[in-house]
């Protein structure tokens, strides 16, 4: 295979790079860490450079929505439980479990091969076509609202019913009298 | 910044909206804390306010950066000390990120993003995460309680913000700010086109639950219990002084000059004047100095919007907790639901 210089995107392909080592770092972090709220603020970053990632391959709606439901209310729900319940300053000593490797190594192993076995093998030599002149990414928003509204309007009609429940549920859960 | 950087060299022009972006945070907030903290606040307490520090209190600005830069740099002793000092950072970059999708003019504009509500909406929330972790780090009740309350609150007023903008993207029938300019410019009131057609005059409910809403995102009287000071001492930010406060100070200041200006675009019609008036027909015809009095008129309309914010401020007293989270649930997003309802209505039979 014969890489040709333009047919490399130099500039993305670093920044690409950039973002993916703090990913990795953050998200080696929120195993890792003794403290709940740090653990929580590198899964922030892990999800902020997911949003980056998206950007970079010009599908900016997708990255938005993202931030908005990632780091805006998942993200900020969590670390408000975390505060409300056990906030604690400093390490929290019974916070790793030291002995969970012998199962945990294998299991994350495994998902690695499973999931690279998966892209690889979808993807195979396909290239994603990054043309972010112009009004390509309007076209881009518009194709996928036109696959959410048409070919896949009824797993989002599902998806919304599930969540509707979920909520529902959680209010009954949460109301005492 | 098509036309006007079209010559020059792409480093040359992220320069560019690197200085027109701190311009667009520190201009607003700078008029905004003198005009109206400093003065406005002072004459409706029938008091002069600061009147040594140059002609007229003028310098006052200045003279108290000054201070804040000389003052020791402390922090608790058991707080964290990473997440204390990024805390006010990332409120400014909520800040910084906001005015990214701001346009300014025909040609000048950060970036010409086409889910810029969206955007605008989602990078808003950022300045919670900054507000949560600057209450937790400081290992401080009051601080953490403060924190808990703006994270609450927040979240609670986020969403009719959300709902009373739907209404002019359906308006509209575009998410692209620049686009939601033209349009209001370009348009006519049953074939009079002398005031183009601000959305605020069809979307006046939604104009005033977005106005409400982001008084609560600010936290300003009288949605200002995260630093209720008669309950809470200054909320998430007790434990800051110095250039970290100075910081939050100028997030605080800067973001509602930048809601302001995001109001004007969706409401007000932004940096345009009716296109009728030049005789300009489309985006293509507008001539260049309008990107010189864009700016201005946009700094016009924010200033407008900007006093009543601060005179509800200055006139409130503060709700309640429970009556703050009623007020979002039970009034504000029903009716915003109701004016998409009847938007679209509109949209479809007109």
């Known amino acids: 295979m014969m890489l040709l210089a333009s047919d490399i995107e130099v500039a993305q392909n670093v920044g690409f790079g950039i973002i993916a080592t703090i990913m990795v770092l953050g998200a080696l972090n929120v195993v890792r860490s003794s403290n709940v709220v740090h653990a929580a603020l590198s899964l922030v970053a892990v999800m902020a450079g997911a949003a980056a990632q998206y950007l970079l391959l010009s599908a900016e709606f997708v990255a938005v929505t993202q931030v908005l439901v990632y780091i805006g209310a998942v993200m900020v729900l969590f670390l408000f439980g975390v505060m409300l319940t056990r906030a604690k300053l400093g390490k929290d000593v019974d916070l790793n479990n030291d002995k969970g490797w012998a199962v945990g190594a294998p299991v994350a192993l495994l998902l690695l091969g499973v999931m690279s076995y998966v892209l690889i093998k979808g993807f195979e030599d396909d290239k994603i076509v990054v043309s972010g002149k112009g009004n390509a990414s309007a076209a881009a928003n518009r194709a996928l609202s036109d696959a959410i509204f048409s070919s896949y309007a009824l797993p989002f009609w599902a998806l919304s019913f599930v969540l509707l429940a979920a909520v529902i549920g959680a209010i009954v859960l949460a109301r005492k009298d | ?350």
């Not at chain 2, 400093?38 to 600005?61: C, D, T, V």
């Not at chain 2, 309350?149 to 986020?158: M, T």
């Not at chain 2, 809403?213 to 000071?229: G, H, N, S, W």
């Not at chain 2, 998430?236 to 000059?257: D, K, P, V």
């Open chain 2, 1 to 350: 910044m098509g036309v006007l950087a079209v010559d020059l060299p792409y480093w040359a022009q992220s320069l560019l909206r690197v200085l027109g972006g701190t311009v667009a945070v520190l201009l607003p907030a700078g008029t905004i804390v003198y005009l109206f903290l400093f003065k406005m606040m002072s004459f409706m307490q029938s008091r002069l306010g600061p009147m040594e520090a140059g002609p007229y209190g003028s310098m006052q600005l200045f003279a108290e950066v000054g201070k804040w830069l000389q003052k020791e740099d402390i922090a608790p002793a058991r707080a964290d000390l990473k997440v204390f000092r990024a805390a006010p950072l990332v409120v400014l970059m909520s800040t910084f990120l906001l005015v990214a999708v701001v346009p300014f003019g025909p040609d000048a504009y950060f970036t010409d993003f086409d889910a810029g509500v969206f955007y605008m909406l989602a990078v808003s929330s950022i300045s919670t995460l900054g507000i949560l972790m600057a209450g937790w780090s400081s290992a401080n009740k009051y601080s953490l309680l403060g924190g808990l309350r703006a994270a609450g609150q927040l979240i609670a007023y986020e969403l009719p913000m959300v709902l009373a903008v739907i209404g002019v993207v359906i308006q509209a029938g575009s998410m692209n700010l620049q686009t939601i300019v033209i349009k209001q410019n370009s348009d006519s009131i049953f074939g009079w086109s002398g005031l183009g057609y601000p959305y605020i005059l069809t979307q006046f409910v939604a104009f005033l639950v977005f106005m409400i809403a982001v008084q609560a995102e600010l936290t300003q009287v009288p949605f200002d219990m995260p630093i209720a000071e008669s309950e809470l001492v200054s909320g998430y930010m007790t434990e800051y002084s110095g250039f970290r406060f100075l910081i939050f100070f100028i997030a605080e200041f800067a973001t509602a000059g930048v809601f302001a200006l995001i109001a004007s675009v969706l409401f007000l019609g932004g940096w345009g004047v009716p296109f009728s008036w030049f005789g300009w027909e489309t985006a293509g015809d507008i001539d260049n100095w309008m990107n010189v009095g864009g700016p201005l008129i946009m700094f016009t309309k924010m200033m407008v919007l900007a006093a009543i914010m601060m005179w509800v401020r200055f006139s409130y007293p503060r709700f309640r907790e429970d009556q703050l989270q009623r007020f979002a649930w039970k009034v504000l997003i029903p009716v915003s639901l109701v004016n998409i309802m009847l938007t679209a209505i509109f949209k479809v039979a007109f």
